[in-house]
Structure formats: structure tokens, C-alpha cells
């Protein structure tokens, strides 16, 4: 039988998503937690990868299991107990044999936090030192809405089959004068994708480049030809969607 | 001259206010960032101590200085370029000779978080297994309001002339069903008050001891009577208050 498992991380203390044989990850800690909890080894496939330091709200992995977990009593309870406290399993859900967490989410949503003048308290949130132009950056922001090749965007070296993503959203706001946030939705994401777009943007806010470039630095192809990508600690995966409800039972 | 500064920290990764021989405190880094921008010694006079891991917003010390500062352009963004990410300085302002930060302050306010289920995203947030009844919390703070010897909430060993505090608020409030804080105004406060507090209050929300219990406790001014200090890194320093205008120079 396969599940969907729902957990939401913080992962300022990760080395990302996928498993690795010398860091520790988000996969490793809950693939164990899960098996510990289950009495039996389970192999989770998420839905993507996280870069190192980035958090996940509502985050979603698939696996397959001989037991009924129903007959489980309180197995989230047990997960939850494993888990250390910046790992959290929302839910654990019954899904078809075909079900794929990777290939049949439609959307992925990402929130990246930045503010522009210094905070203790600003958590997750990356500190520009220049003054920003929102407008701008929203102009800016706009020109990716739609399908396009974003291999400008790409970490160099990803050896991906196509670079063609749809983004549908991409909108900074301001919270208040010195704390924003950058949303975006695409069906599908690059490695470091949206590190290098808020980077670009952060660009276009500070009058280094213009939202005029925006189309030329597309049509490059060229990493090289956009601005430098921001740090993962203040980017959140904040929604995945799929095609199908999914019906929790846990 | 004598001066007020304003800071905020998130006191995380320090041993508290108070400067310590074998301790990193936010004392000794604010002390000696603004030695460093102006040029000369910096003595501060906090207004009060905060213990280790707490958090502060607008904490207020004062210090002396021969120096006019009118002539130090842009001395608040050094001393805020000197600062780690985790403390900045808000305003330095004149103040009478006479006045000081500790002595002359009216009113200090506490704000104490605390979560009932597990949340990554909890920051600065007490993590309490139990599920907490707020209402009764809420009578059993009730009883606190007012002149009291709160002996039995001091850590001790403290060496005060005198116990007595006139807690003009304390009240729990629950963000979301998971979420409550506590926020809590005094003339002033012993050291550990309001852990103490907060830790007695919680046994309170869940049942191990009754509202009714408080005013014995409170006459008992044994620090064993009541409850379990909790853990400094939840709790804020939020405001603090002087019978005074303060006029912001930088």
C-alpha cells in the first residue's frame, strides 16, 4: 500500500531535503523516526528536493508498506515522539499505487523573507543593507509570470531534462516598511531557482539592474547573467498541491 | 552628560543583561561596541537585570559621557555596524544628571510564549506537552494582580531588601488554540519572577494544583511552594516605562 506522510520542518539545521551519506537531512531523520515508529525500514520519495537551510511548511513524501496503518494506534503521536522538535508529521494518508508525490503535484508555493533594517527578531528572514524599491521589484517580478526556460536561474551543473518551468505567481509585499516577503508559484522548480530570482530581484530593487532586463536575462540561458542567489535559512516551501484529495487517517 | 540608550536583543546566545567574567553577556558587547564607535570607555547602567537566554525589546541602560554627542554623526549606525545581527540599538537620548535607567523606571512588562503541540516554527515559545486550561490560568493570575511579597516566586539566594512588587497585569491570551502567551506588568520584578510564575501558572492550566492554591503559596514566601521555573529563551522583555518624556538625539 502507499501513504502520503505531511510534515513541516524548520530546517535552518539541515543540509536540505535528500538524503546524503555525509550531512544530515530532513529525509534521513524521518525515514528512521517513521521506520523506529513502524518496527519496519521505510524509503520515503519526496516531492522535491529542499536546498540546505530551507524549511517546509506542509512538505510531502510518499512510501510503500505492506502493514495497515490503521491498525497502528497513535502512530503519528509515536513519529512526533522520535522526531526532534524542529520536525513535525502532520498527517499520514492512503493514497493509490500510482500516486507520486514528486510527479503529481501541480504546484509548488515558496515564501522568501527579507528585511532592510536590522532585527534580532526577524527569524528566517534575510537582512539586505540596501533600501528597496518594491514597485520596481514588482515590475520586475511580473515579466517571469508565464512559461519560460529558466535555465538563467539554474544552479550550473543540474543536469535536469528540461529547464521550462510555468511560473503563476511571483508578488513582493510589504508587510510594513522594512519587512518583506517574495511569493511565488510554479508547477515545477530548479535547483536554487528561487534563491537566484529573489537575488535578481534584490538587484532590480537596489537599481543595479532594471526589470527592463529582466526578458534579455532569460533569454541568455546563462547563470552567469543573473544576480547572486540569497541564503536558504529565510526560504519556505509553503504549499504543494496535487490533482486528487487526500484523505488523512492518521 | 548622562544618556539613555534603547536596544533590543534576542538573547538566545547570551547569559543574560549582566556583564560576566566568564560569560558573553549583552552587557559587555553593547559596552564595548559603543566604546569602540565613540572613542572612550562606556560604562552602562542597565535597568535591570534579564536573565540568561531572555530577550529584550527597548531595553533601557544610561551612561555618562564628557563628550557631546550632537557632534557624532551617524553614531547610532555604528554602534549598530559594530553590534552582532542579534542586538541593535534603537536611539540615545539626553537625559537629566540625575536620572537613571534602574531607579527611575515606573513600570517593566513581560510577555512569556508557550505552544501546546509541536511547532518547528515556534520561536522563543515554551513547548507544553500538557493541553492547558486558559480560564483557569487566567483566575489564577487574577490573584497576583496587586502588592504582594512574592518571596515564594524570587530565586533564592537573592539578597533584596525587599519582596514586595504591585503586579498591575497578568493575563494569559491565546493566539490560536496552540498558542498562549502570558503578559505580565510590575513596578518591578524579583530575579526569576516570572518564570516562576509562568511555571506555577502552567500547573495551574493543568490541573496538578487550583487557583484557589495561590493565595497560600503567595503567604508562604517559600520559593519550593511554587512551581518549576521555565526555560529563559521563551520569555521578553517588552517595555519598560519612566515618568519621563525621553528625547531620541540619534
Redesign the interface.
Known amino acids: 500500500m502507499r501513504f502520503f506522510v505531511s510534515v513541516?520542518?524548520?530546517g535552518e539545521h539541515y543540509s536540505g531535503w535528500q538524503r546524503q551519506s555525509n550531512a544530515t537531512t530532513i529525509q534521513e531523520i524521518l525515514e528512521d523516526a517513521m521506520g523506529k515508529a513502524m518496527g519496519c525500514a521505510v524509503e520515503l520519495t519526496g516531492a522535491g528536493r529542499t536546498d540546505a537551510g530551507v524549511?517546509a511548511?506542509g512538505y510531502i513524501a510518499h512510501f510503500d508498506i505492506e502493514k495497515d496503518l490503521k491498525e497502528h494506534a497513535q502512530l503519528l503521536y509515536k513519529i512526533?515522539a522520535i522526531l526532534p522538535?524542529?520536525?513535525?508529521a502532520h498527517f499520514i494518508a492512503p493514497v493509490s499505487p500510482e500516486a507520486h508525490a514528486r510527479f503529481d503535484a501541480t504546484s509548488r508555493s515558496y515564501r522568501y523573507k527579507v528585511h532592510t533594517s536590522?532585527?534580532?527578531?526577524a527569524?528566517?528572514s534575510f537582512?539586505c543593507r540596501f533600501p528597496l524599491d518594491v514597485e520596481a521589484m514588482n515590475r520586475a517580478a511580473a515579466v517571469l509570470l508565464g512559461t519560460h526556460d529558466f535555465s538563467s536561474f539554474e544552479k550550473t551543473g543540474a543536469d535536469n531534462k528540461t529547464s521550462v518551468c510555468t511560473v503563476t505567481r511571483a508578488q513582493w509585499t510589504a508587510t510594513d516598511p522594512d519587512h518583506l516577503q517574495f511569493d511565488i508559484t510554479a508547477d515545477r522548480f530548479l535547483r536554487n531557482m528561487v534563491r537566484a530570482i529573489v537575488g535578481t530581484l534584490l538587484d532590480v530593487g537596489r537599481g543595479k539592474i532594471f526589470a527592463d532586463d529582466i526578458p534579455g536575462l532569460l533569454e541568455s540561458r546563462d547563470r552567469s547573467a543573473a544576480g547572486q542567489s540569497v541564503p536558504g535559512e529565510a526560504l519556505m516551501l509553503c504549499n504543494i498541491t496535487y490533482p486528487y484529495e487526500i484523505s488523512k487517517i492518521n
Open positions: 513541516s520542518y524548520n524549511s511548511k512526533n522538535s524542529d520536525i513535525v536590522k532585527d534580532p527578531f527569524w528566517h537582512y
